[in-house]
């Protein structure tokens, strides 16, 4: 069929032009079971929010403001004075000694100032100013006490609640604030306690220098004593060593054993070389003798030895051994011969004697050395212990004239008073209270009674677990929502009879030959939204399958039974035989809206006792519209349910062009599995601001896993209370007036 035809078949003539905007939706298809999320919550919701509690807000924070107000104006005024002490970290702490030339670290100031304001907080400081001015009983410390107690409260340390000692930052000023309800008793406090504060400091200089003094007085006739002990001591040491310094005898034979050990060293190299040139000769190396002193005596022999060899040999070869030239020659080198080693001898003997003189000289200064170092070890021995008693005797003499100075300037420094801490500012009464400021009372009620307000409006909103607003639901359940109905219980009853309704809301003319012109009746919201989801529903089925639908709910007093009525009713209004069939055999209730009381019904179909036929009745008033009601209920008719509804399904389309079930709440009754398995589609009726979210995801999620055709969900009882999306939408459809159809 063309999709204008259809469009023509199902919205009814004259209201084509006047029917709100229809979301168009493809062919239904089984859903996919999916796990629902939790959506994303855009601004506007939280504006929403806000405008929908805005009178509540409002009411609230204009209460919080006003009674702030009113107790803010019963308050006692409270005044407050402030003396300020100036703190100069560059003043000395004393008059003569170290501290008067010197002044505090820089990085310490906070430490300082810090231990200041502790200071100004002690009883010490406190308790004269208390006591003068009676500020314990001023600020009701001791009221309502017994005598008793309020002693025991007066002897323990005193801390004034009004008082108040601040820094200024970056500042060496230490400000003494004291609240009252009496101008003159607020500065007279301050300044008291800033002059007190003096005081202290003051006296606790003069104590410490007193008692610094007393402990040094003490201990000087000790350390006297022990300065003349020591000096005894050390004078005593030196007529012992027989010396007057030992540091000087010392150093003298450190310079003596160095030259003794370099002489030492040396002899010892010496007598090594010539140790080693006799050893040479003894074993006969003519090289051993011509490296020595006498040498070259010995090379010049040794050259003239070969040269009568030489000319012997020749004497011998030429002339023989009778011949007078060759014993001549012979004689010759028998006397070189003589002489060599004649010399060869002394040398020898030379090479001995100068080794036992290098020996015997090594040997002198090895004792020499041994004798020196055991004088040097002696000496030095002693030295040290000389050494440690002239310490100790410097040391006490040191202290002792150190501890007469530091005496002397401790009685100098106590009545020194000292000025790096004075007053720079007296404290004057002041003119205006500081407390209550009921300017700044108002500003902070305003503000945190706002944020309160606001606060416990969104917290509200996030703790509501409801379905109230139609994409927040689609997008958390998965399936669409087609659509809303809005709140109007007088539209939610249903009409007696097409007559009826003409007799209360048509300005009758009747139709004129099979034109239907004339005047119809207006149409109110929930009728608007009504017919709004019987066309999505229509519309959606392109193919035509849906010949039945289930409407159920995840819990009961949904609404179901009563759009179900209405649903079936618009589609009758279109000229379609319906036929709805209320199938909540626990408790039905579409009898008493059509105003039946059958005792037969689909319980008796089920059961076999009668056939379908006999028990749908038409409607009074409505045409097309045919009602079977649920009869007596039974556990054997709801078991039956799942076997034959199927075949009454199949022979209630022949019939009937759409079917009706009013099913039980689908969670926790079996027969509504059933059904939804059984039927063509099943729509879900949820209520906006009651219905949890869970409960109905949960009805999907069995619905998936049947495999049934969610149609959609529809949202009942919708308000500006119970949706961000604004409902004033349907107001926009209304007619106030009577149209004229043409």
């Known amino acids: 069929m063309p999709e204008q035809s259809r469009l023509t078949e199902i919205i009814p003539h004259g209201h084509s032009n006047n029917l709100p905007a229809v979301a168009y939706y493809p062919p239904m298809q089984p859903q996919q079971e999916f796990e629902p999320e939790a959506p994303a919550v855009p601004l ?10 805005l009178w509540k807000i409002v009411g609230f924070v204009a209460t919080c403001v006003l009674a702030t107000a009113v107790v803010s104006a019963r308050l006692q005024p409270i005044y407050e004075s402030t003396a300020t002490v100036d703190v100069d970290r560059q003043a000395p702490q004393e008059v003569v000694g170290q501290d008067s030339a010197r002044s505090s670290a820089p990085n310490d100031a906070d430490q300082f100032l810090a231990t200041q304001v502790k200071l100004i907080q002690s009883d010490s400081v406190l308790r004269p100013v208390a006591e003068q001015f009676h500020l314990l009983d001023s600020e009701g410390q001791l009221g309502g006490m017994s005598p008793e107690k309020a002693q025991e409260t007066a002897r323990a340390p005193v801390v004034l609640k009004r008082l108040r000692v601040t820094r200024p930052p970056n500042t060496y000023l230490l400000l003494i604030s004291y609240r009252s309800s009496d101008p003159a008793l607020s500065a007279d406090a301050a300044n008291a306690i800033a002059n007190s504060y003096l005081a202290h400091t003051y006296d606790i200089r003069i104590r410490s220098s007193a008692s610094l003094s007393n402990f040094m007085e003490k201990q000087i006739d000790e350390l006297k004593a022990k300065m003349e002990k020591s000096g005894m001591a050390l004078a005593q040491f030196e007529k012992d060593l027989d010396v007057i310094n030992p540091e000087e005898k010392t150093n003298i034979l450190s310079a003596r054993l160095l030259q003794l050990n370099t002489e030492y060293t040396a002899a010892q190299g010496e007598r090594v070389s010539k140790e080693a040139a006799w050893n040479a000769m003894k074993s006969g190396s003519l090289e051993a003798a011509q490296v020595s002193s006498q040498g070259a005596e010995l090379a010049k022999l040794n050259e003239t030895l070969n040269q009568a060899r030489q000319r012997f040999a020749l004497v011998k070869s030429t002339y023989g051994s009778t011949h007078p030239e060759y014993r001549k020659a012979a004689s010759e080198v028998a006397e070189v011969e003589r002489q060599f080693e004649s010399t060869r001898s002394n040398i020898a003997e030379r090479i001995e004697v100068e080794y036992r003189e290098a020996l015997n000289r090594e040997q002198m200064l090895q004792k020499t050395v041994a004798e020196t170092k055991e004088e040097w070890d002696r000496i030095n021995s002693k030295s040290f212990e000389y050494q440690q008693l002239k310490r100790e005797a410097e040391a006490d003499k040191t202290l002792y004239d150190e501890l007469i100075r530091k005496i002397r300037e401790a009685d100098i420094n106590a009545g020194f008073q000292n000025n790096n801490i004075r007053i720079a500012d007296l404290a004057r009464p002041p003119l205006k209270p500081v407390f209550p400021n009921i300017k700044l009372n108002l500003m902070l009620a305003f503000l945190f009674s ?12 996030m703790l509501d677990t409801t379905l109230r607003d139609p994409k927040e639901a689609s997008r958390f359940l998965g399936t669409d929502v087609i659509g809303t109905m809005p709140v109007d219980r007088l539209a939610a009853q249903l009409p007696k009879s097409v007559a009826a309704v003409t007799a209360a809301a048509i300005v009758a003319k009747p139709a004129q030959g099979g034109n239907r012109k004339g005047y119809y009746r207006s149409t109110t919201d929930f ?11 229509l519309l959606s089925d392109f193919e035509g399958r849906l010949r039945s639908i289930v409407i159920t709910s995840a819990a009961p007093s949904e609404g179901k039974s009563t759009i179900a009525a209405h649903l079936a009713i618009a589609n009758a209004d279109r000229g379609k035989k319906t036929l709805i069939v209320d199938a909540d055999l626990r408790r039905p209730s579409l009898h008493t809206k059509f105003g039946f009381t059958p005792r037969e019904g689909l319980s008796n179909v089920l059961t076999g006792e009668l056939p379908w036929q006999d028990v749908v009745v038409p409607v009074e008033g409505w ?4 009602f079977l009601p649920a009869g007596l209920g039974s556990h054997r008719a709801a078991d039956l349910i799942g076997p034959r509804l199927a075949t009454l399904l199949d022979e209630f389309a022949k019939e009937f062009d759409l079917v009706f079930l009013d099913s039980p709440p689908l969670l926790g009754f079996a027969e509504c599995l059933q059904m939804a398995a059984a039927a063509d589609g099943v729509l879900i009726i949820s209520r906006a601001g009651e219905t949890k979210r869970k409960a109905v995801a949960e009805l999907v999620s069995v619905l998936n896993r049947l495999r049934a055709n969610i149609i959609g969900v529809v949202l009942n009882q919708v308000s500006q209370n119970t949706s961000s999306d604004g409902y004033s939408y349907y107001g926009y459809y209304r007619y106030g007036h009577y149209q004229k159809s043409e």
Do not use: F, K, Q
């Not at 506007?44 to 509690?53: F, I, K, P």
């Not at 009728?527 to 529903?537: K, P």
């Not at 045409?623 to 045919?626: D, E, G």
């Open 44 to 53: 506007s919701h939280y504006l929403w929010v806000l405008r929908r509690h």
């Open 623 to 626: 045409p097309n519209l045919s």
């Open 450 to 461: 706002t944020l309160l307000a606001v606060g416990a409006a969104l917290l509200h909103d």
């Open 527 to 537: 009728e608007e939204s009504v017919r709004t989801i019987r066309n999505t529903i």
